[in-house]
């Protein structure tokens, strides 16, 4: 039987494209979300209704849904699942399911954009100046996805879970990185976003930047990644890079990393569950990404 591959939120407007990749890569896409009528129930094989991230037996729940699913591989992309995920991955795999995360700490640290700045400090990443305290304009919550929060004001603002950043100027970069079993990155490929709406990249272009390339290299010898991660930075107008935040997961935007390489849903199963070597293609630098909304009939 084909290998089963459960995603998460697939009701999100980039879902489409790693469903679509399980399948160019030859294995069965089971969808899964809170809502039983999101779109990824009818492009994907199979579907599971998730329990409430504030479920109290949450996990309990979903390791039962995953067993009577039969499900081999979990791609985690929830922001508010994804430290659970983290924490539940041995126990899982005591049941078959290989869940394709970071370890907790690692994800701890950058679900926290606090936690984030003090990393990147210590470890000399070059990184905007971040304050607990109303210090800079641009104001975001420690934990939060996309741009839902993120002000920039010189208005009093109560500062609770929140964190306020020097205001960068540049062009932003998104990095899809794909990290092997030794937490080497296989891939890094920056590319420049052409579009965001609500934090989700609308286009990109793959580029070859060396000193982001350097950059990411070394955050990934200072703490330890697994499988697809997404890495946000602006070159500033002086040219120097600033790097805002790391993604520990899989991304929207990643479909373009896909193509400028290679399907990482095979490197995912040959791998990650196989032990296979993995011996990345040239980068397609140049490659060009541009969106567009896509509709599914249901009879």
Known sequence: MSTKILTEASGSLTSAYLIEAIKKAGFFPVASDIDPECVGRYLAHDFIEMPSKDDKNLWEKTLGKLISHKIDIVIPSLDETLLGWAQKKEEFLQHGVHTIISNPQTVKIFQ?????????RQAGIPTPLTSLEQKYPLIKPRNGRGSKGIKVTSEFVHMEGMISQELLEGEE?????????????VYIVPRKRLGVKDGKSTGGIVVNHPQIIKWVKRICKQIPFLGPINIQCFICKDG??????????????????????????NLIVDHFIFGKKINPKPVRYGMKMKRYYAEVFIP
Do not use: H
Request: hydrophobic residues 45%.
């Open 112 to 120: 926290d954009k606090w936690l984030t700045f003090q990393f990147f």
């Open 173 to 185: 970069y998104t990095v899809d990185v794909f990290c092997n079993k030794q937490s080497e990155p």
């Open 240 to 265: 120097s890079v600033k790097f805002v935040e790391i993604n520990p997961r899989i991304a929207g935007g990643m479909a373009l990393g896909f193509a400028a390489t290679e399907n990482w849903i």
